[in-house]
């Protein structure tokens, strides 16, 4: 598997139907033993609250499975959302997919 198959890529709105497809690819990539699942998060404008949630609870599960899940590339008001919603420091949030990539698992 190379670096492309652990990056999901996100799209401008992560709302509860976007979110669907999100999960769907984070469960192919921890299913397939990846170590490092990178969601980029550059081209994101906008995040739903109800989104958020459903994140926490599976970045949970894919530790749980032995992988990690990372998001990178968050603008500053969409990684102040995460970061208050985040109470358990389950999210590992990096400032570009570059640093999330190179981080040590």
């Not at 170590?35 to 550059?42: A, E, G, K, N």
């Not at 949630?53 to 968050?74: D, F, H, I, V």
């Amino acid at each position: 598997m190379n670096v492309a198959d652990h990056v999901i890529r996100v799209n401008r709105v992560l709302d509860t139907s976007a979110y669907l497809e999100i999960d769907k690819a984070i469960v192919e990539r921890v299913y397939d033993a990846s170590p490092v699942i990178l969601l980029d998060m550059s081209s994101l404008k906008k995040l739903s609250p109800k989104a958020v949630s459903p994140l926490l609870r599976r970045a949970k599960w894919t530790q749980a499975y032995g992988s990690e899940l990372r998001l990178a590339g968050a603008r500053p008001s969409i990684r102040n959302i995460l970061e208050q919603r985040d109470m358990d420091g389950m999210l590992k949030l990096y400032a570009t997919p570059m640093e999330a990539l190179n981080a040590r698992v």
